[in-house]
């Protein structure tokens, strides 16, 4: 018999009964019953139950064992009878009755239970990380990132991609957000990059001919932690192609993510291919951002020519000063009490905004100080345009253009909340596409990109050289499920001619481009093939299967959102020795205020 276990704690069944075996795992919990033990005992695989008596030698070593315990169990398998059979375990039918136990590893107390479903704070948990990885719904978060990354790699295979490596240790880049460091021993006060993402790696490989590449790839930035977003690190299905348009990308990368969450859907309707595709300026004015959850039926309209010398005097001002009115509809809200109406407006003025004007109408009749003021005609010709119902409500974001689409997003997304519109039974695909190529940087007064400084733009060097920069589109699309964007992606530059004018509009001078994006540059005089792809986040798609609010709870041992690890201990200090062979000296931040 082999020394630890002949099974696993979710294999035996009824045909085992009278078998003689041997599990090993952890104690999940313990019951007492008066002289008969019982011990659910847990492995990766499952549970099974441990049943011992007080005449038992094993009795003794269970007894004594904390939960968490290591134990190996030797003993008899036994049927159930019929109204202790549990239904929830493919273990239910049977038990094992414990002749010989050893402990193999005594657990202290914990700082932090296994069993149950208890809430602990953020700090213990990932203070303690391989104890809540204990944890069935974390555990089963972190099985289910195996299989997405396995059929992954699976379905790329099979739609003709290729798997690389690309660098860990690179140069640092003056685009995107912050850069982590690494100094090098050998080269005295110079330093390597971690990558914020392979971008040049794989257009150069697109460069040396490759055709389809793909990697899991890790990602290094030094920013922020949010929801959606692990500081530190994260991993993408990072892919780019040679020889395509903008529909072979998403020809391609489609079936894959269609495949891979029908695969893991666990009963919710996916999308499906082609994906639904909105301009970015139509998705600024229907969903008020550019990551819109399709799940909610609101979509926003524009009704500012509706409040041109309207006697609603707030809205006809804001209009006449050259700002916008969007509105979003509120099916059925006229049920509700003016409570909710107002609710909505206390909560816009505490998300930073003047406030959230309203119409309510019941049972035909609209009410609130904006029908009062309107008129009574031109809120019928308003409702009849906005085509609401009798008892619909519409909120009203006022203001400048960005401000009003600001507020009217995240109205659309609490109004579809609060209504319960949202429908969570299901997974929602779509592509932005047609991102302007560029923006203007109020701050210092000039024209940038607004995307990827490496993007093609539609009309290639005739639209640089003739168009309003402002104007312009470029080949730049983001892949957006539920309201997350999973990546962005784009057809590439591959033209040094349109590259050097596309950085000279953001004001760079040829010389800014070949210094620091010498690698790449150098690469396209030596012929580049037209290329492009994206990099779907695999942290992301996991969130969504798992449906977790939070990406650390999909991700094996994150960071804070201080990018602490507190489990490890890092960052942490070094010794003065290998700051020397570093040649690094420590500069204390100055003191604030």
Not at 80 to 107: F, K, M
Not at 341 to 347: A, I, L, R
Not at 452 to 474: C, H, R, V, W, Y
């Amino acid at each position: 018999m082999h020394a630890y276990r002949t099974h696993n704690c979710a294999e035996l069944r009824a045909s085992n009964v009278g078998e003689t075996v041997r599990l090993s795992g952890w104690i999940h919990r313990k019951r007492d019953h008066g002289g008969l033990l019982f011990v659910d005992l847990r492995d990766h695989f499952g549970i099974t139950q441990i049943v011992t008596d007080i005449d038992s030698e094993a009795f003794k070593a269970i007894d004594g064992a904390r939960a968490e315990s290591v134990i190996t169990v030797t003993g008899d398998v036994v049927a159930r009878s019929g109204e202790t059979t549990n239904a929830n375990l493919p273990t239910g039918d049977i038990e094992l009755r414990a002749r010989q136990v050893t402990v193999q590893s005594a657990a202290a107390e914990l700082p932090l239970p296994v069993f149950g479903d208890s809430e602990y704070p953020e700090d213990i948990r990932l203070r303690y990380r391989y104890l809540d990885l204990r944890r069935e719904r974390l555990h089963n978060n972190i099985v289910l990132r195996s299989k997405v990354i396995s059929s992954v790699r699976r379905r790329m295979i099979d739609q003709g991609f290729t798997e690389f490596q690309t660098p860990i240790l690179t140069a640092s880049s003056p685009e995107g957000a912050r850069d982590y460091l690494v100094p090098s021993r050998v080269h005295p006060g110079k330093f390597y990059a971690l990558p914020q993402a392979p971008q040049m790696f794989k257009q150069l490989l697109m460069v040396a001919g490759f055709d389809r590449y793909f990697q899991i790839a890790p990602c290094f930035r030094d920013e922020d932690a949010r929801a959606d977003r692990s500081p530190g690190e994260f991993y993408q299905l990072d892919f780019e192609m040679s020889f395509v348009t903008q529909d072979d990308v998403f020809n391609a990368i489609e079936p894959v993510l269609h495949g891979i969450f029908e695969e893991f859907a666990n009963g919710r309707s996916v999308t499906p291919y082609p994906f639904p595709r909105i301009p970015y300026r139509e998705s600024m004015l229907k969903y008020g951002n550019d990551k819109p959850d399709l799940r909610n039926p609101i979509e926003i309209v524009d009704v500012t020519d509706h409040f041109v010398r309207s006697g609603f005097g707030i809205f006809a001002n804001i209009v006449e000063g050259g700002g916008v009115i969007r509105a979003i509809p509120a099916p059925k809200a006229g049920e509700r009490s003016r409570k909710f109406f107002d609710e909505m407006n206390d909560w816009s003025r505490s998300e930073g905004f003047s406030g959230l004007g309203y119409i309510n109408i019941k049972a035909g009749e609209p009410g609130g100080p904006i029908a009062k003021n309107h008129g009574p005609e031109a809120t019928a010709k308003l409702i009849e345009a906005l085509g609401l119902g009798p008892d619909d409500g519409v909120f009203f974001a006022a203001g400048k253009e960005a401000d009003a689409a600001k507020l009217a997003g995240l109205a659309r997304t609490r109004v579809g909340e609060q209504l319960e519109l949202i429908d969570a039974g299901k997974f929602e695909f779509c592509w932005i596409v047609d991102f302007p190529m560029f923006e203007y940087d109020e701050d210092n007064k000039k024209v940038d990109f607004s995307h990827n400084p490496f993007s093609m733009p539609q009309g290639e060097l005739e639209a640089l050289e003739t168009k309003d920069p402002l104007d312009i589109l470029a080949y730049q699309y983001d892949i957006v499920c539920n309201g997350v964007e999973l990546s962005s992606g784009a057809i590439r530059n591959h033209k040094l001619e349109i590259m050097y004018k596309a950085f000279e509009i953001a004001g760079y001078t040829k010389e800014d481009v070949d210094t620091n994006f010498a690698g790449m540059i150098n690469a396209f005089k030596f012929g580049a093939p037209p290329h492009g792809g994206s990099a779907p986040g695999i942290d992301r798609m996991v969130m969504l299967l798992a449906d977790e609010p939070n990406i650390r709870e999909v991700i094996v041992f994150p960071m804070n959102q201080k990018a602490e690890d507190l489990m490890m201990g890092a960052p942490s200090e070094v010794t003065p020795k290998q700051l020397r062979e570093l040649h690094i000296r420590l500069v204390e931040p100055a003191p604030k205020g």
